[in-house]
C-alpha cells in the first residue's frame, strides 16, 4: 500500500520531517536494515580478527593492507557520488513518467456520456459496453506489467469472472493469433461500436465521433507507453555499473576503515573509536540512495510504495461505469442561486479561516511600484525625434516648418526680376 504523509507536511513547524523518520513502513530502514546488519558484522569480523586473533607480524601485514585500502576509499578512486546521482535521477524521471501514463478512463467517460445518447436499454448497453472495452484493455495491460494484478487475475478465465469481459468476447479474443500483447484489442472493439453507433444516430454528428476516436486514442497511448516502459528498461550495464561502484566501495571501506593501534603511529589513527560512525552514516546514505533506485525502477512489484494497480482498477470500472450509467441525463432541476439578486456579495468564512478575510486581494507584483514624479511626467510626441531619424532629418523637419516663407520669398524674388527685364 503506498506510503502517504502529505497531510504531516501540509503545514512547516519545528520537528516536521523530524516525525516521519520513527516510521517503518515504507521507510530507509525496511529497506536497508538487511544490508546494514551485514556489513556491519562483516566489519566486526576483521575488528576481532585484527585486535584478538593475529599474531603481531600478521598484525602488521593487516595493517599495510588496511592502509592501501583507506587510500582508495578517501579520494575519488572510485566516482561513488557521480554515478549514483545520475542513476537515481534517471530513475525518479522513469517512475514519474510510469505514473503519468497510467490509463484513466476520466476523459473517455465524459465524452461517452455526453455524446453517447439513448435512456433505453440500447443507449445504456452502448455506454456500458464502450466503457468496459476500455477498462478491459487497462487490465490486460496490468496484467502484463505488474505483479499484483497478475497475482489477482492469474488467466483470462478470472478476467470474464470478474465482469470484464464476456466468454464470446473470449473465443474471439484468444482465436485471433499474434506472437504479441493483445491488449489492443478492446480498444479496436470500443472504435467499431462506436462507428456502429453513430449509424444508428445514438452519436448524431461527425464531429461527436472525432471527439470519442481521439479520447480513445490518447487511452491508447498511455497504455501502449507502460507496455513500452515495462518493456525497454534503464540498459542494464548502468545498472551493474552503479551498483559494483557502490558494493565495491564499501568492500574497501569494511577494511580500510578499521581502527589501527595508536600506539604505531599512523596518520590519522591517533584514536580507537571501535565503531565508525561516519563509515556507518556513509553507508545509510549512499546504499540506501542505491534502494531508492531499486524500489522506484519498477514501480508495479509489491513493495511499500508501489502504485495500487488493483485498487485503480476498482475505481476506474466504478467511477466509468457510474458516469455513463447512473449519470447520464441526471440532472438536478434548474433553480435560480442563493445569490441571484445580489450583484455584489461575499462567500462565508468558517472562524478558524476568518483571518484570510482580511488579507488584500493580490492584484499583480507591480501594482503597488512607487515611482517619482519625474517618471510619471508627460512627454508630447513632437518634442523629441523619430526613433531611427538622423540629424539631416532634424534639418529637414526645422526647413519644412519655414518651407511657405520661403515659397514666398523666392517668388517676390522672381517677380522683380521680371520687372527689370
Same mark, same amino acid.
Given at each position: 500500500?503506498?506510503?502517504?504523509?502529505?497531510?504531516?507536511?501540509?503545514?512547516?513547524?519545528?520537528?516536521?520531517?523530524?516525525?516521519?523518520?520513527?516510521?517503518?513502513?515504507?521507510?530507509?530502514?525496511?529497506?536497508?536494515?538487511?544490508?546494514?546488519?551485514?556489513?556491519?558484522?562483516?566489519?566486526?569480523?576483521?575488528?576481532?580478527?585484527?585486535?584478538?586473533?593475529?599474531? +603481531?607480524?600478521?598484525?602488521?601485514?593487516?595493517?599495510?593492507?588496511?592502509?592501501?585500502?583507506?587510500?582508495?576509499?578517501?579520494?575519488?578512486?572510485?566516482?561513488?557520488?557521480?554515478?549514483?546521482?545520475?542513476?537515481?535521477?534517471?530513475?525518479?524521471?522513469?517512475?514519474?513518467?510510469?505514473?503519468?501514463?497510467?490509463?484513466?478512463?476520466?476523459?473517455?467517460?465524459?465524452?461517452?456520456?455526453?455524446?453517447?445518447?439513448?435512456?433505453?436499454?440500447?443507449?445504456?448497453?452502448?455506454?456500458?459496453?464502450?466503457?468496459?472495452?476500455?477498462?478491459?484493455?487497462?487490465?490486460?495491460?496490468?496484467?502484463?506489467?505488474?505483479?499484483?494484478?497478475?497475482?489477482?487475475?492469474?488467466?483470462?478465465?478470472?478476467?470474464?469472472?470478474?465482469?470484464?469481459?464476456?466468454?464470446?468476447?473470449?473465443?474471439?479474443?484468444?482465436?485471433?493469433?499474434?506472437?504479441?500483447?493483445?491488449?489492443?484489442?478492446?480498444?479496436?472493439?470500443?472504435?467499431?461500436?462506436?462507428?456502429?453507433?453513430?449509424?444508428?444516430?445514438?452519436?448524431?454528428?461527425?464531429?461527436?465521433?472525432?471527439?470519442?476516436?481521439?479520447?480513445?486514442?490518447?487511452?491508447?497511448?498511455?497504455?501502449?507507453?507502460?507496455?513500452?516502459?515495462?518493456?525497454?528498461?534503464?540498459?542494464?550495464?548502468?545498472?551493474?555499473?552503479?551498483?559494483?561502484?557502490?558494493?565495491?566501495?564499501?568492500?574497501?571501506?569494511?577494511?580500510?576503515?578499521?581502527?589501527?593501534?595508536?600506539?604505531?603511529?599512523?596518520?590519522?589513527?591517533?584514536?580507537?573509536?571501535?565503531?565508525?560512525?561516519?563509515?556507518?552514516?556513509?553507508?545509510?546514505?549512499?546504499?540506501?540512495?542505491?534502494?531508492?533506485?531499486?524500489?522506484?525502477?519498477?514501480?508495479?512489484?509489491?513493495?511499500?510504495?508501489?502504485?495500487?494497480?488493483? =485498487?485503480?482498477?476498482?475505481?476506474?470500472?466504478?467511477?466509468?461505469?457510474?458516469?455513463?450509467?447512473?449519470?447520464?441525463?441526471?440532472?438536478?432541476?434548474?433553480?435560480?442561486?442563493?445569490?441571484?439578486? =445580489?450583484?455584489?456579495?461575499?462567500? +462565508?468564512?468558517?472562524?478558524?479561516?476568518?483571518?484570510?478575510?482580511?488579507?488584500?486581494?493580490?492584484?499583480?507584483?507591480?501594482?503597488?511600484?512607487?515611482?517619482?514624479?519625474?517618471?510619471?511626467?508627460?512627454?508630447?510626441?513632437?518634442?523629441?525625434?523619430?526613433?531611427?531619424?538622423?540629424?539631416?532629418?532634424?534639418?529637414?523637419?526645422?526647413?519644412?516648418?519655414?518651407? +511657405?516663407?520661403?515659397?514666398?520669398?523666392?517668388?517676390?524674388?522672381?517677380?522683380?526680376?521680371?520687372?527689370?527685364?
Amino acid at each position: 500500500m503506498t506510503v502517504s504523509y502529505t497531510l504531516e507536511v501540509a503545514n512547516v513547524r519545528f520537528g516536521g520531517f523530524s516525525k516521519l523518520l520513527f516510521r517503518w513502513k515504507g521507510s530507509i530502514y525496511k529497506l536497508l536494515y538487511k544490508e546494514f546488519l551485514l556489513f556491519c558484522g562483516v566489519y566486526v569480523f576483521f575488528s576481532v580478527l585484527y585486535r584478538l586473533m593475529l599474531t +603481531p607480524k600478521q598484525q602488521d601485514v593487516f595493517e599495510r593492507f588496511v592502509l592501501y585500502c583507506d587510500q582508495f576509499t578517501n579520494t575519488s578512486f572510485i566516482p561513488v557520488l557521480f554515478v549514483l546521482g545520475f542513476y537515481v535521477t534517471l530513475a525518479f524521471n522513469r517512475w514519474w513518467g510510469q505514473y503519468t501514463s497510467f490509463p484513466l478512463p476520466d476523459n473517455l467517460m465524459m465524452v461517452v456520456s455526453g455524446n453517447v445518447h439513448g435512456a433505453d436499454d440500447r443507449g445504456r448497453l452502448l455506454r456500458r459496453t464502450l466503457m468496459r472495452y476500455a477498462n478491459l484493455s487497462s487490465v490486460l495491460i496490468l496484467r502484463s506489467i505488474s505483479t499484483r494484478v497478475r497475482k489477482r487475475f492469474p488467466t483470462l478465465e478470472h478476467v470474464v469472472e470478474a465482469g470484464f469481459m464476456t466468454s464470446h468476447e473470449l473465443k474471439i479474443l484468444e482465436s485471433l493469433h499474434s506472437d504479441f500483447n493483445k491488449y489492443w484489442m478492446p480498444l479496436t472493439w470500443f472504435s467499431n461500436l462506436a462507428s456502429r453507433a453513430r449509424e444508428e444516430a445514438r452519436v448524431r454528428d461527425d464531429i461527436a465521433l472525432r471527439l470519442l476516436m481521439d479520447e480513445l486514442n490518447n487511452y491508447r497511448a498511455k497504455c501502449s507507453l507502460l507496455f513500452h516502459y515495462d518493456w525497454i528498461s534503464i540498459p542494464l550495464v548502468y545498472t551493474q555499473v552503479v551498483t559494483l561502484a557502490v558494493y565495491s566501495f564499501f568492500a574497501f571501506c569494511v577494511v580500510g576503515r578499521q581502527f589501527l593501534n595508536p600506539e604505531k603511529g599512523y596518520k590519522e589513527h591517533k584514536l580507537d573509536l571501535y565503531v565508525p560512525i561516519f563509515t556507518l552514516l556513509q553507508f545509510f546514505f549512499y546504499v540506501g540512495w542505491l534502494k531508492v533506485g531499486e524500489l522506484i525502477i519498477n514501480p508495479f512489484g509489491e513493495d511499500d510504495d508501489d502504485f495500487e494497480t488493483n =485498487q485503480l482498477i476498482d475505481r476506474n470500472i466504478q467511477v466509468s461505469m457510474l458516469a455513463v450509467d447512473d449519470m447520464y441525463q441526471n440532472l438536478a432541476p434548474l433553480e435560480k442561486d442563493k445569490h441571484w439578486s =445580489q450583484k455584489h456579495f461575499s462567500i +462565508p468564512y468558517t472562524t478558524s479561516t476568518a483571518a484570510d478575510r482580511l488579507r488584500p486581494a493580490f492584484k499583480g507584483s507591480t501594482f503597488d511600484m512607487r515611482m517619482s514624479l519625474e517618471d510619471v511626467e508627460l512627454e508630447q510626441p513632437d518634442t523629441f525625434p523619430r526613433r531611427g531619424s538622423s540629424l539631416e532629418d532634424k534639418d529637414c523637419l526645422r526647413l519644412g516648418h519655414n518651407l +511657405p516663407s520661403l515659397m514666398n520669398v523666392s517668388t517676390h524674388n522672381f517677380m522683380e526680376d521680371e520687372q527689370d527685364g
